[in-house]
């Protein structure tokens, strides 16, 4: 089971890809692998030498009870002291952005692929999308024979 941010790949470019574990309850685990979740409109910040992502949507769990979380809470990512010390130093001399990419499960537990991105232009979004059709003119010649 894999939530992908299809908007990331075309709103940004991607600089370098760094994998995070998620700090869950236990309602939310059960939702995410219901597929009850959304990040398109999530982004990841460093406050006090910890990660946090904001704004990302997990439904809340039907056969929860009274102790279902909140939906877009504020959630903590773990990750290494020293790379989140170089993401921090990026993200504040260079202007990065923190967007995370998919959220996937390895050995049992939820993982957030985070992007190190930087903001396209419209015109470099034109880019992509006229490379895109071409690509896919090819590919259906080649189809055809």
């Known amino acids: 089971m894999e939530i992908l941010n299809r908007k990331a790949r075309h709103d940004y470019f ?6 995070c574990g998620l700090v869950l309850t236990g309602t939310e685990i059960k939702s995410i692998r219901d597929g009850k ?9 460093v406050r006090n030498g910890e990660l946090f992502i904001l704004n990302m949507f997990i439904g809340h769990y039907d056969k929860g009870n ?11 990512l ?3 002291k020293d790379e989140i010390k170089k993401l921090n130093n990026k993200i504040k ?18 993982k957030v ?3 190190l991105c930087k903001g396209k232009k419209n015109f ?5 999308i006229k490379e895109r ?10 189809k055809r024979g």
């Open 14 to 19: 991607i600089e370098d890809e760094f994998e």
């Open 78 to 80: 773990l990750m290494h």
């Open 37 to 45: 979740c959304n990040i398109g409109d999530s982004y990841a910040i």
């Open 113 to 115: 692929a985070l992007g």
């Open 133 to 142: 059709d071409i690509k896919r003119q090819i590919d259906k010649r080649l």
């Open 124 to 128: 470099d979004k034109r880019e992509t």
């Open 66 to 76: 009274i102790f279902n979380h909140d939906e877009t809470r504020t959630r903590k």
């Open 93 to 110: 001399l260079d202007g990065f952005t923190l967007i995370p990419l998919k959220i996937y499960f390895k050995k049992n537990k939820a």
